[in-house]
C-alpha cells in the first residue's frame, strides 16, 4: 500500500484572483467553492491522475521563502514562450538566490508563491 497526493493547500489571501490565475496556468477549472476555500483541478475533478489545489484564504501574511513550491512544465510551447505566457498572466521572476546559470525560471503567482517553470517539454494527460 502506498499514498498519493490528492489535493495541494495554498494559503492565500484572494482565492478568487488566484484561482484564475492557477486555471489559467494549469488549464483547471473552478471544481468547488466552499467558505473555507474554493478548488481547482482537472476537468475529470478529483482523484485523478492530478491532484487538485485547494485555494485557503487566511489573513496571515506569507512570511519568506516557502519550503515546498510546485514545478511547472509546459505542454504546448518551448520554456521561453511559456516564460512570456505567465509573465503576462501576472506571475513575475523572484530571485530566491539562484546563480542564473539554471534550466529554469523561479517565479511568483500573484501572491508571491513560489513556483519554478522547467526546461523540458511533457505531454498533456
Given at each position: 500500500?502506498?499514498?498519493?497526493?490528492?489535493?495541494?493547500?495554498?494559503?492565500?489571501?484572494?482565492?478568487?484572483?488566484?484561482?484564475?490565475?492557477?486555471?489559467?496556468?494549469?488549464d483547471?477549472v473552478?471544481?468547488?467553492?466552499?467558505?473555507?476555500?474554493?478548488?481547482?483541478?482537472?476537468?475529470?475533478?478529483?482523484?485523478?491522475?492530478?491532484?487538485?489545489?485547494?485555494?485557503?484564504?487566511?489573513?496571515?501574511?506569507?512570511?519568506?521563502?516557502?519550503r515546498?513550491?510546485?514545478?511547472?512544465?509546459?505542454?504546448?510551447?518551448?520554456?521561453?514562450?511559456?516564460?512570456?505566457?505567465?509573465?503576462?498572466?501576472?506571475?513575475?521572476?523572484?530571485?530566491?538566490?539562484?546563480?542564473g546559470?539554471?534550466?529554469?525560471?523561479?517565479?511568483?503567482?500573484?501572491?508571491?508563491?513560489?513556483?519554478?517553470?522547467?526546461?523540458?517539454?511533457?505531454?498533456?494527460?
Open positions: 500500500m502506498a499514498c498519493r497526493i490528492s489535493e495541494l493547500v495554498i494559503d492565500c489571501h484572494d482565492a478568487e484572483a488566484l484561482a484564475r490565475f492557477w486555471c489559467e496556468v494549469l483547471h473552478v471544481l468547488d467553492r466552499q467558505e473555507d476555500g474554493i478548488e481547482i483541478g482537472p476537468r475529470e475533478g478529483f482523484g485523478g491522475a492530478q491532484p487538485t489545489i485547494i485555494l485557503s484564504p487566511t489573513e496571515e501574511p506569507k512570511q519568506g521563502k516557502l515546498l513550491h510546485l514545478d511547472v512544465n509546459a505542454t504546448d510551447r518551448d520554456q521561453d514562450a511559456e516564460l512570456d505566457r505567465l509573465l503576462a498572466l501576472g506571475a513575475r521572476r523572484v530571485d530566491v538566490g539562484q546563480s546559470e539554471e534550466p529554469w525560471y523561479v517565479l511568483a503567482d500573484p501572491e508571491g508563491h513560489e513556483f519554478c517553470l522547467l526546461k523540458a517539454r511533457i505531454d498533456p494527460l
